[in-house]
């Protein structure tokens, strides 16, 4: 419930009228004037809010993602923030609010303004002390609460406020009549801004009105609030004041070095007081103009307290080994803590070493409850501050690396794993450090489908530590490798020698990563049943020891054999993008299940971007596969051949021979649709593909039915794969000659020529993508390509060329 927005009528009014007028509103005023409270009471009928706390936000990219975290979006890898935020908000009927922003400071103005610019409904508030100075921008004032001259009746909202504000603190009750003098006194002091009438009014409660100070400024409020306190909670005060984020009980305790119980107390008389308050978590934070000056009044003594008390509790919460952690970790209410903890303890040559500890053994709860973001934000700090011990060094760069890979894209982490390998040359053991940065690299190879080099970084790690845990989790990863290729019988292989590790508390992943791809095995040989029974088990298992990463993978696999499994409840914009991904592409099936073709064809193309910006191979194979057969379903059977032949080409250069068989299928089915002959030899090529590895049909290859020819055509395989020709003779299939003449757009593509046309109509980029089915993403994707080949750089080039070429 929101606290009374007393003698605010007519601002509230100004800002109504404002919101309606203008999509910009910006609301200005001195620090404690109540700008968020008015701004709460003018918005608490709106449907959609995004609500930001600026307050402690200094640098422009840090606004702009809060901003996206707000908004349940983010960038995806090579995406700029402000872009991001510009597709988050467009067409959305959301309210941006930036609550206590530096407008000066970040410069976010002409960024806000370009936002506007670029979309439709985008609407944001910003509450600041200055004004941005932007076209867009309306401003509206919020000044001090009138306070009654020294002659004129004791009445309006400064004195209401005043007056239950001592009720509430426990005061005596105030005469109006005889203590005329000393109400008048404090409020005139006030300059009528709220938050000092509310601490002036918590002094008179406690030591009476003709003791309490009369003050011109918050900052000489909160001093005389301070020397009001006994010196536990003086002491409390300040050390609060040194946080920049809200603190749970156990990091309070420790930062003020007393027993849980006694912060308890403190902390409930400095909020009894005005002074800290609680938020919907239960953690406790100050208002900024409060924390600033609490903040300068900290002694040495205070800070060096605060670190050492942070640095304790990190200590106590992380995880005793650096391969234990869960999702579920306590601490992780607190990660604000933790990072000031690692990154304040790293900065410094006398407390790096525990810095580096810390960091290294919190990576395992960061990466299982999928916060990769947050875990390269601490290493890469970490890191940034200095070497620390080498053999903990290589492994926080190595882990850094892994996190840098997931938010950043698939191979931007690997500079971080050369530095690992500059670390391990000083380790105790550089084999077994070499040995676990090579299993890294594998596993990224893995990802983006070079799975020739993924290979042979596993073997390497293998032959570098043979008796060590790291042979298992690359002996996981050629079982996974193995997989993708059709290779059955030696990925079978692979992942029982893996299953060791279910032995050893601090790797039950990998136990359970080999069973999911054991599992897919029996899925791509027509063991469904068999397949079914093990992802259930993987997915209850990774329940159980809160292992949500490989858990959530396994569930994906699960959610397509069987419909009937209740999925998770994720939010899929906070997952990292090589789970994310599959959890999206498993979406679009579920859509397109259902019936639903445009969506699951919108989803799927909004998936092909991110997986090729992210340079995540294997799931951009997957999510062709789902493009393609939504646009058949749509009969859309040009993009559809576009979107299967660039899948195909992938196959071939991955040797990802199941997946072109899948292909294959699809384009069969174009093949029939169109009434070509070859429709039956793309059938039997898919059939030759399978047969030796002794899979069969399922997925989107089960919902075609073309009847397949004797044989496949000789030139189009060779021995169990496709041919190196291969891609080029099934292209040739749905080329056509033409005898137009040539023009400077044949270089398109079918889908940019889709694209180029709809502009030419002037369409909007979200216009074309309703059309095409897919992402206004994918349409900016398209458009680049084009402005690429045709050199030119305006929608307006693009279309005159059009014209011109009609």
């Given at each position: 419930m929101l606290s009374p927005c007393l003698g605010r009528d007519d601002v509230q009014r100004a800002l109504g009228e404002a919101l309606e007028e203008s999509r910009w509103v910006t609301v200005v005023g001195p620090p404690g004037s109540g700008k968020t409270l008015v701004v709460r009471h003018a918005i608490a009928g709106a449907a959609a809010v995004s609500w930001v706390d600026a307050r402690s936000l200094h640098g422009l990219d840090d606004v702009l993602a809060a901003a996206l975290a707000s908004l349940d979006a983010e960038t995806a890898p090579g995406d700029s923030l402000s872009g991001a935020l510009g597709r988050a908000v467009d067409g959305q009927d959301c309210l941006l609010v930036l609550d206590g922003l530096d407008l000066d400071a970040t410069g976010a103005g002409p960024v806000l303004q370009a936002m506007l610019d670029r979309t439709t409904h985008a609407r944001v508030v910003v509450t600041a002390r200055t004004t941005a100075g932007q076209p867009h921008e309306s401003v509206v004032r919020v000044g001090p609460l009138p306070v009654p001259h020294v002659l004129a009746p004791l009445e309006g909202p400064a004195v209401e406020l005043f007056l239950r504000r001592i009720r509430s603190a426990g005061g005596q009750r105030v005469d109006l009549v005889t203590q005329a003098h000393e109400v008048h006194r404090l409020l005139s002091a006030t300059g009528g801004l709220p938050l000092l009438i509310e601490q002036v009014a918590v002094q008179s409660a406690l030591v009476g009105l003709s003791n309490a100070m009369s003050t011109v400024s918050l900052d000489q409020a909160v001093d005389s609030a301070h020397d009001l306190l006994d010196d536990a909670s003086a002491t409390a005060l300040r050390r609060i004041g040194v946080l920049d984020f809200p603190v749970g009980l156990e990091v309070l305790a420790r930062v003020l070095d007393v027993p849980v119980p006694e912060a308890a107390e403190l902390a409930g008389d400095l909020v009894r007081r005005s002074l800290l308050e609680v938020d919907q978590r239960g953690q406790f934070d100050m208002l900024s103009p409060i924390r600033g000056r609490a903040r300068a009044l900290a002694r040495p003594e205070d800070r060096a307290c605060v670190d050492a008390g942070l640095l304790t509790w990190a200590q106590a919460h992380a995880p005793a080994h650096d391969n234990y952690?869960?999702?579920?970790?306590?601490?992780?209410?607190?990660?604000?803590?933790?990072?000031?903890?690692?990154?304040?303890?790293?900065?410094?040559?006398?407390?790096?070493?525990?810095?580096?500890?810390?960091?290294?053994?919190?990576?395992?709860?960061?990466?299982?409850?999928?916060?990769?973001?947050?875990?390269?934000?601490?290493?890469?700090?970490?890191?940034?501050?200095?070497?620390?011990?080498?053999?903990?060094?290589?492994?926080?760069?190595?882990?850094?690396?892994?996190?840098?890979?997931?938010?950043?894209?698939?191979?931007?982490?690997?500079?971080?794993?050369?530095?690992?390998?500059?670390?391990?040359?000083?380790?105790?053991?550089?084999?077994?450090?070499?040995?676990?940065?090579?299993?890294?690299?594998?596993?990224?190879?893995?990802?983006?489908?070079?799975?020739?080099?993924?290979?042979?970084?596993?073997?390497?790690?293998?032959?570098?530590?043979?008796?060590?845990?790291?042979?298992?989790?690359?002996?996981?990863?050629?079982?996974?490798?193995?997989?993708?290729?059709?290779?059955?019988?030696?990925?079978?292989?692979?992942?029982?020698?893996?299953?060791?590790?279910?032995?050893?508390?601090?790797?039950?992943?990998?136990?359970?990563?080999?069973?999911?791809?054991?599992?897919?095995?029996?899925?791509?040989?027509?063991?469904?049943?068999?397949?079914?029974?093990?992802?259930?088990?993987?997915?209850?298992?990774?329940?159980?020891?809160?292992?949500?990463?490989?858990?959530?993978?396994?569930?994906?696999?699960?959610?397509?054999?069987?419909?009937?499994?209740?999925?998770?409840?994720?939010?899929?914009?906070?997952?990292?993008?090589?789970?994310?991904?599959?959890?999206?592409?498993?979406?679009?099936?579920?859509?397109?299940?259902?019936?639903e073709a445009r969506q699951a064809a919108g989803l799927a193309a909004d998936v092909v971007a991110l997986a090729d910006s992210a340079r995540l191979g294997r799931d951009a194979v997957e999510a062709r596969l789902l493009l393609g057969r939504a646009l058949v379903q749509l009969g859309d059977l040009d993009q559809a051949t576009t979107t299967y032949l660039t899948a195909l080409d992938s196959c071939r250069v991955m040797r990802l021979p199941l997946r072109a068989a899948d292909v294959l299928d699809g384009l069969a089915a174009v093949a029939r649709a169109r009434e070509l002959p070859e429709a039956r030899s793309l059938a039997a090529a898919a059939f030759a593909l399978r047969a030796p590895r002794m899979a069969v049909r399922w997925g989107y290859s089960a919902d075609f039915d073309v009847v397949a020819a004797s044989r496949a055509p000789e030139a189009w395989i060779d021995g169990d794969d496709l041919s190196a020709d291969a891609v080029g003779l099934v292209t040739a299939v749905f080329t056509r000659p033409t005898s137009a003449p040539a023009s400077v757009l044949d270089t398109l593509t079918a889908a940019e020529r889709q694209v180029a046309e709809r502009v030419a109509h002037g369409l909007t980029s979200r216009q074309i993508a309703e059309e095409l089915f897919v992402s206004p993403r994918t349409v900016d994707a398209h458009l680049t390509h084009i402005y690429r080949k045709l050199d030119i750089n305006t929608r307006a080039r693009l279309a005159a060329l059009v014209v011109d070429h009609r």
């Open positions: 952690g869960a999702a579920d970790a306590a601490w992780l209410r607190d990660l604000p803590a933790m990072r000031h903890a690692v990154l304040t303890a790293c900065a410094r040559p006398e407390t790096r070493a525990e810095g580096y500890s810390v960091a290294n053994r919190i990576f395992s709860s960061l990466y299982t409850s999928m916060r990769a973001r947050e875990a390269v934000e601490i290493l890469e700090g970490a890191l940034a501050s200095g070497d620390g011990p080498s053999d903990i060094g290589a492994q926080v760069a190595r882990r850094a690396g892994i996190a840098a890979s997931e938010v950043r894209g698939t191979y931007e982490g690997l500079w971080l794993l050369d530095r690992a390998d500059q670390h391990a040359s000083a380790a105790p053991r550089p084999e077994e450090q070499l040995a676990k940065t090579a299993s890294i690299r594998a596993e990224m190879h893995l990802d983006a489908g070079d799975l020739e080099s993924a290979e042979s970084e596993a073997r390497r790690a293998i032959s570098l530590d043979p008796e060590g845990s790291i042979s298992r989790q690359a002996t996981r990863t050629l079982a996974d490798l193995y997989a993708s290729q059709g290779r059955f019988a030696e990925a079978t292989q692979a992942a029982a020698d893996a299953m060791p590790a279910r032995i050893s508390r601090d790797e039950r992943w990998i136990d359970l990563s080999a069973r999911t791809v054991l599992a897919r095995i029996a899925l791509e040989q027509g063991r469904t049943a068999e397949a079914v029974a093990g992802a259930r088990a993987v997915v209850l298992e990774a329940r159980e020891l809160a292992e949500d990463r490989v858990g959530l993978l396994a569930e994906t696999l699960l959610r397509g054999i069987d419909p009937t499994w209740p999925g998770s409840d994720v939010v899929r914009e906070t997952l990292p993008w090589a789970v994310r991904l599959p959890v999206l592409a498993q979406d679009g099936r579920d859509l397109l299940l259902r019936g």
